[in-house]
């Protein structure tokens, strides 16, 4: 065979074996993926919230719909604060609302099968800018949701799914993305946080890792004290489990 010929095989060879390795590395991430992912996909729902806004006798209303994770089978779900009353974010940065007040109006949670439920407001942390949602009517079956217990605590460059669902545009679908986590804060509270290219879905969307541990669910993390709601005071991180735990072991259960 032609010496010119045989190397161009061997290049061929040799070039195509240094890329088996990350090719099916982003083969076992897909698949693993796809099973968190259907196994996980229907705790994410999405809530109907009208907000009345108030400036002294004048009120007016708006709707809005957010992603919430469902984490008891009672229909008990995390969402992030700022979606439920979006006042909360100018009294944190100390941004003069003209005196506005916000009030959730209704509050719907739209279940996987398409149904719409009332619910209610059951806890809020400012400070996390989490809200704890609940059906004030038990379901009739129990709903799939995300046992708290079962958490991950992801490293720096891991990979962790992201879970959402879309509005009427797509057909209630629900989607997801990989990523890896480009930070971690340890003090004085732990959070995570992705790309900022991701930071719109992110908001009220909980991530999981390819292991199937519950990560946490995004929210804004706002500087204290500033006046600017600029993107270098405002960021989108993932709240960890265990402090999402910690708080929803204060609401008491249903009698």
């Not at 005196?99 to 719907?108: D, G, K, W």
Request: hydrophobic letters at 45%.
């Amino acid at each position: 065979m032609n010496r010119g010929v045989l190397r161009v095989i061997l290049f061929a060879l040799v070039s195509a074996a240094l890329c088996i390795g990350p090719v099916a590395s982003a083969d076992d991430s897909a698949v693993l993926a796809r099973q968190v992912f259907e196994a996980r996909r229907d705790t994410v729902v999405t809530m109907r919230i009208v907000i009345a806004m108030s400036f002294g006798s004048r009120e007016s209303e708006s709707e809005q719909e957010a992603n919430a994770t469902i984490i008891s089978p009672d229909g008990l779900a995390v969402l992030a604060l700022s979606a439920v009353d979006p006042l909360q974010m100018a009294s944190q940065m100390r941004i003069s609302a003209d005196e506005m007040t916000s009030r959730v109006a209704s509050l719907r949670m739209i279940l996987p099968d398409g149904t719409e439920k009332p619910a209610e407001v059951v806890l809020r942390d400012q400070d996390l800018d989490l809200a704890f949602v609940r059906l004030t009517e038990a379901p009739e079956n129990p709903l799939v949701y995300v046992d708290m217990s079962q958490s991950g605590n992801p490293q720096l460059f891991d990979e962790v799914l992201c879970i959402m669902q879309y509005g009427r545009v797509a057909r209630r679908s629900h989607a997801a993305f990989i990523e890896r986590v480009e930070m971690i804060v340890e003090r004085p509270r732990l959070f995570y946080a992705l790309g900022s290219h991701r930071s719109r879905q992110v908001v009220c969307s909980p991530l999981f890792t390819l292991n199937n541990e519950f990560v946490g669910v995004g929210v804004m993390r706002m500087m204290a004290g500033a006046t600017d709601p600029s993107p270098d005071n405002l960021m989108v991180i993932i709240v960890p489990a265990a402090q999402i735990k910690e708080l929803s072991d204060q609401i008491p259960p249903v009698e």
